[in-house]
Each structure stands twice: as C-alpha cells, then as structure tokens.
C-alpha cells in the first residue's frame, strides 16, 4: 500500500509553490539534495511523475495536480493543531514572528519593538521586512502589518490609523524644475519597473505628467536618491516628514491616506505573549496617529 508521510506532502506542497528544487529548500529550509531526494522517492512510490521540468519551472502532472487540494487541507489541519496546542502556552516568554514591508518596518516597527524587548526580555522578536504576503494560515508569521481596506476574512483585524503619503523632493530640486504642464522637466524617482503600475500612482497627484527617470525599489536606497536630488518621489508622510533636507512639493491639496490593519490567525488567540504583543504595538502606533495621517493641522 502507498502511504506518505506529512514531511512527504510538505516537500510537495513547497515545490508546487516555489515551482523549483532550490525555491522549495528555501521556503522549508533544508538543502536542494533532500528536497530532489524526497521527491524522487516520491515519485518512485506512486509509479509516476509529480511534476514536469519546464524552462519556466516545475508544471504539475495531472495525478499532482489532484494531489494538491488534498495536500492543502492537510497541511492545514495540522497547522492549526499545531496553533493550538502550543498556542495554549500563557507564559511571556519565546518567539514572536512578523511580517510587513520594509518601510514600515525600518521607521515604525522597530522603536516599537525596543520599547517592547525592554519591557519583556523573554519574548524573542524575528522580523521579516519583505513585500512578499506572509501566509498566516500557513505559520508563516505570526503578526503581520499591511496596508489594505479591510482584513481577510479569515483573521482577526486590528486597525490602526491610516498611513498618509505625499510627493517629496528636496527644495534645490523643487527650485530649478517644474513639475506641471505640458512638458515638465521635473522626474519621478519610481518605486517599481512596472510602467503601469506606477503611472496609477502617479495620477492620483497633480504631478502626473512627469516621467520615471530612476527606479530604486530599497527603500534606505530610494529615499537617499530623493535627498540626493535625483527627482520627486511619493513617500510616506511619515518618513518624509522627518528629512530636513525634503518638503513637500507645493500643490498637493489632498493627501493619499491608506488603511493599515494588525492581522493575527484566530488560532493564535489563547498565546498570550501574541495577544500582549498586539495590543502593545496598537497602542505605540496609536501614540503617533497624526504624524502617520500626514500631521494634516500643519498643512
């Protein structure tokens, strides 16, 4: 009789989501010889191919393909029993994973997170600055802060104030170009290198018709490329308004506010060193609501 083991369907599950043998030992985090082993014993067990090796990546066979909704459900029963029964664990003490994007973590996390570790020592932080969306239903973090309209249905929702942007440059910038009209020789510093994707954010301010000459997408680099007068660029009010060295450009009659929300797994509500956690970084946050929407009684 075939039988696998979980370790099995969770090497499966992260080549299918990786679509690679290195991407999958990075995401379980062991090395790419026992990954391409596991699955090639895999594979020999069922008498048939999982996947097939195209340029592009590992493409799913059909018996893999009717493998991987199984798998999912499985690998979620065990998650959340996992949740569960370390979850009732009520001490102060272990580890606490985040995930947000860099921003936020460079200029709002971490003074929260010192303030934190100074009132409990025993409580581990670990960090992941990334724009990738951390899976929570998977344990991919524990806490996660994004910027999006409404949580998912599926986890509990801590809302925090919204987070105010603007357009920056530095006023030696601001001085010697223009940056409306029919041809403005004023640049964007832009975020990505899709050409849509920033043009969407560039038409919500009066400065639309500039063009991207730059794209630095590390935020410490981007924002050094602003300071050091390569273009204008949107940044968080809370970020920008800190630079001496950069202003706001003159015209913007209405900020772009975003919502931003603490997201944690309902299963993780019995862990009380999450739920002290939560409330004691919605609580920091709160402490800096008008500089996050933008100080708008200055403006």
Not at 113 to 131: G, H, K, M, R, W
Not at 224 to 252: H, M, N, Y
Not at 267 to 274: A, G, N, P
Request: net charge neutral.
């Amino acid at each position: 009789m075939k039988h696998f083991e979980w370790d099995d369907l969770r090497v499966f599950l992260a080549i299918f989501r990786g679509r690679s043998v290195r991407a999958a030992a990075r995401l379980i985090k062991v090395s790419h010889s026992t990954v391409s082993r596991r699955l090639q014993a895999m594979e020999d067990q069922l008498g048939c191919k999982l996947f097939i090796r195209q340029p592009e990546g590992f493409i799913l066979t059909e018996i893999g393909e009717a493998m991987v909704e199984r798998a999912e459900r499985i690998e979620s029963e065990i998650l959340s029993m996992q949740r569960e029964v370390f979850g009732r664990n009520t001490s102060l003490s272990g580890p606490i994973r985040i995930s947000a994007i860099p921003h936020i973590v460079q200029n709002l996390l971490i003074p929260c997170v010192a303030e934190f570790t100074a009132l409990y020592p025993d409580i581990d932080i670990q960090i992941n600055a990334s724009y990738e969306i951390a899976n929570l239903s998977r344990h991919d973090a524990d806490v996660a802060i994004r910027i999006q309209k409404t949580p998912d249905d599926h986890l509990i929702g801590h809302r925090i104030p919204d987070i105010a942007s603007a357009v920056y440059a530095t006023p030696d910038y601001i001085e010697t170009h223009r940056f409306t009209g029919a041809e403005p020789t004023g640049h964007w510093v832009g975020w990505i290198s899709n050409n849509k994707e920033m043009a969407k954010w560039h038409n919500e301010t009066p400065f639309s018709n500039c063009r991207v000459k730059h794209c630095i997408y590390e935020p410490s680099a981007h924002l050094q490329a602003v300071k050091a007068g390569l273009g204008c660029s949107i940044l968080f009010c809370f970020i920008g308004d800190k630079e001496p060295s950069l202003v706001r450009l003159p015209g913007q009659t209405k900020l772009k506010s975003s919502p931003c929300w603490i997201l944690t797994h309902p299963d993780l509500l019995t862990t009380e060193r999450v739920r002290v956690f939560v409330r004691f970084l919605r609580e920091s946050i709160y402490k800096r609501e008008l500089e996050l929407n933008g100080n708008p009684t200055e403006y």
